[in-house]
């Protein structure tokens, strides 16, 4: 029952990586150094979205 309202933690990694991504297209303009940050930690989500989704904790 109470499982009803829980999210799903792959839409929400699947959201923090188009997050990430809009930040450092955005910023590629302005800040390269923090656009390649967020490009990095984006890869990170990226890596583990696919570990959730391959069934690997990680």
Do not use: I
């Amino acid at each position: 029952m109470f499982g009803l309202f829980k999210k799903d933690p792959v839409e929400k990694l699947r959201k923090e990586h188009a997050r990430l991504l809009s930040e450092a297209h955005r910023l590629s303009t302005v800040d390269r150094a923090r656009s390649d940050e967020m490009t990095a930690k984006a890869a990170e989500v990226e890596a583990q979205l696919v570990a959730l989704q391959n069934g690997s904790p990680s």
